[in-house]
């Protein structure tokens, strides 16, 4: 299989260079989410694009350690990579800004041709502020934290904090003047505002200033969100009863998060975006508790009416178990919010989640921590990530990769159906209209498949048209039948042509036939794209 990959590697690096980036500095559009009955584009260069994404480490966007980054993404062969900025580097000095770090990050990306989504790791990072520069954690009386029910301190910035909000209002803002001055042909597509904003311990902030608020009427925007009577004039306690604290925090993190982006917008208008640390999908009441107060699945229309500049609220998804998951990519798949995942887990048996997600109108997918930086514990000076726990995630990347102004498109039509294998290994029937096609999961000759030792198998198909269809995957057999009204006639391929889109076009490589066929369509460890013609006799 490496050697297959490699030598599509470069295949696919070629057709990379390409598309990802126009080759000069030119005035390209701003990148923007577009809507459309309930379906969602990232467009950039005026196109709908796919987020074929990886995250690095947290402490990774240093010049020193990019070195350790680029490897493991060249070989993923992805076309965006996620990084922070990281505020105590940008502001060392109030109001004293270097964005030398960021011109690096620009540099080395275009160099690599790939786009980046930055993370502006500013007041809270998984709940904390620890990114603030060292001069405001010498000022907690300006810059304070929260305080508990008790009046005990908490590891979470308050949302209160006046001095606080204005100085992030600051920094974000410069952050995006630099992008809009230095980077015209767009190599930045999306800001990510804060990281996993919220609060671990502590259900809201009960500091005086927290109390005022609190005890006040709740906003009309919230009722109307909420779908309470508007204009009550009640205070939170009396209009949420239970859900009160909870609900606050979120208005408060919300209403403090988009002054911050809305500066930042104002300046230069880039697709902004929240990440959330997420609630247990099926979770109904508050405990076990959560991070508190940021996007989580119960308080999505808070979000929506107190951060209107943030354009979407994107799931950081580390859940293990396959309903799960679907259930939280059908959670913030909604009209008014287009799934995006920008954390996810990076390993072997996740891979499949990426076409579910596709499914699901994703407009990409990233998962976290992948770069060479750390080292393993067990192998004294290796990385504890190699190529070969990439491989999976490398296989339909650049799958994909090949066609991922097409797959952008088809998402957005809603024509992209997934069938990824469960823990259960049970056959999956995809419904495509006139036809459906039976994926059964695993690798065997003849397709008599019963299921692979993980669940790795994955496939995506696309419709072209009624009988026509883009079909791709791993680890999987695919039969077709029709379907409907068709249900029970006989059959045949017109044509299984294997192949790769270049420049808009399927260009056929070889026609499947024979042993090919006839046993359903074996996808194997190799990163195949079928266009399929089939028709009823
Ligand atoms: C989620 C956070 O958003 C990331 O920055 C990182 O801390 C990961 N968790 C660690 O698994």
Redesign the pocket.
């Known amino acids: 299989m490496r050697m297959i990959l490699n030598e599509l590697g470069l295949a696919v690096a070629a057709l990379t260079m390409m598309t990802a980036a126009p080759a000069a500095a030119q005035q390209a559009p701003i990148p923007a989410i577009v809507a459309d009955k309930g379906r969602h584009a990232l467009i950039v260069d005026g196109e709908p694009f796919l987020v074929i994404g990886a995250q690095a480490h ?1 402490s990774s966007a240093w010049p020193a350690v990019l070195p350790k980054v680029w490897p493991a993404m060249d070989y993923l062969g992805v076309n965006t990579v996620e990084l922070p900025v990281y505020w105590e580097q940008i502001e060392p000095a109030p109001n004293r800004f270097d964005f030398s770090v960021v011109d690096t990050l620009l540099a080395q990306a275009r160099e690599h041709k790939v786009r980046l989504v930055l993370l502006w790791f500013g007041t809270w ?2 709940g904390s502020a620890h990114y603030r520069p060292a001069w405001m954690k010498a000022r907690p009386d300006l810059y304070p934290n929260m305080v508990d029910r008790q009046g005990a301190p908490v590891d979470s910035p308050s949302p209160h904090a006046s001095a606080a909000l204005e100085a992030d209002v600051r920094a974000f803002s410069r952050l995006m003047r630099h992008l809009k001055n230095v980077d015209a042909q767009r190599t930045v597509i999306m800001v990510q505002v804060q ?2 904003p919220g609060t671990w311990g502590s259900v809201r902030d009960f500091s005086p200033a927290a109390e005022r608020a609190f005890r006040a009427a709740v906003p009309s925007d919230i009722l109307r969100a909420t779908g309470r009577p508007a204009a009550s004039g009640r205070n939170w306690r009396a209009t949420f009863g239970p859900d009160a604290d909870e609900f606050f925090h979120a208005w408060s993190v919300a209403r403090y998060i988009e002054r911050v982006a809305a500066a930042g917008k104002a300046i230069y208008p880039l697709p902004l975006y929240v ?1 959330v ?1 997420l609630k247990d999908p099926f979770q109904k009441g508050s405990t076990p508790p959560y991070e508190f107060g940021g996007p989580t699945h119960n308080v999505i229309p808070i979000w929506k009416a107190a951060a209107p500049s943030i354009d979407l609220l994107a799931p ?1 998804i ?1 859940q293990r178990d396959s309903k799960a998951y679907r259930a939280v990519l059908a959670q913030y798949a909604r009209p008014d919010n287009a799934l995006f995942v920008p ?1 996810t887990i990076g390993s072997a048996d996740y891979v499949r989640f990426f076409y579910a997600a596709l499914a699901h109108g994703a407009i990409g997918f990233a998962p ?2 992948i770069d060479y930086s750390q080292y393993a514990a067990d192998r004294q000076g290796e990385p504890r990530m190699r190529e070969v726990d990439l491989e999976q995630l490398a296989l339909s990347y650049r799958a994909i990769g090949t066609m991922a102004r097409e797959v952008a498109k088809w998402v957005r039509d809603g024509k992209v159906r997934a069938a990824i294998e469960d823990e259960t290994k049970a056959a999956v029937t995809l419904d495509l209209g006139r036809w459906s096609a039976e994926v059964n999961f695993g690798v065997a000759p003849r397709g008599n498949v019963t299921g692979n030792d993980r669940p790795i198998g994955r496939v995506l198909v696309a419709s072209l048209s009624p009988d026509e269809f883009i079909v791709t995957g791993n680890y999987a057999n695919v039969r077709f039948k029709p379907a409907g009204r068709g249900a029970g006639r006989a059959w045949e391929f017109v044509s299984v042509e294997e192949g790769w889109y270049v420049d808009g076009t399927f260009r056929p490589s070889r026609i499947w036939n024979g042993d090919e066929t006839d046993w359903g369509l074996n996808f194997s460890s190799a990163p195949e794209v079928l266009r399929v013609r089939l028709a009823v006799r």
């Open positions: 947290n990072k998984n990281n996993e990440n640390a950081d580390y954390e976290f921590g």
